[in-house]
């Protein structure tokens, strides 16, 4: 059973950081296509960053102020953000990329960004 639960989501002001974290259970993942997404109210849930085979990955909202990162040996991928905005507000979800089977998603982690 592959388990996904994210952390690290909260309440900051405009130009602060946090730091989220993904911790994935069930299969060993080093090997997958793991990634951030983000929905905020009334928002479709949209692309944020993704590690895999080809290296990382960044929406164009985020780049230079995101940083993915990943610890294979404790199955888990980080999203470092700084420079937070107003905008960057939503429901933050965890995904994992399975070959033959699918995608499996996380439960999320709320970040409000205060201006």
């Known amino acids: 059973q592959v388990q996904l639960v994210e952390s690290g989501g909260g309440l900051v002001q405009a130009g602060g950081s946090l730091r989220l974290s993904c911790a994935a259970s069930?299969?060993?993942?080093?090997?997958?296509?793991m990634a951030w997404f983000r929905q905020a109210p009334g928002e479709e849930r949209e692309f944020v960053a993704a590690?895999?085979?080809?290296?990382?990955s960044y929406a164009d909202s985020v780049k230079g102020r995101f940083t993915l990162s990943r610890d294979s040996a404790k199955n888990t991928v980080y999203l470092q953000m700084n420079s937070l905005k107003p905008e960057d507000t939503g429901l933050y979800y965890c995904?994992?990329?399975?070959?033959?089977?699918?995608?499996?998603w996380g439960q999320g982690t709320q970040v409000t960004v205060s201006s």
């Open positions: 590690v895999g085979w080809n290296g990382r």
């Open positions: 069930g299969r060993t993942f080093s090997n997958y296509d």
């Open positions: 995904a994992v990329d399975v070959p033959g089977v699918g995608r499996y």
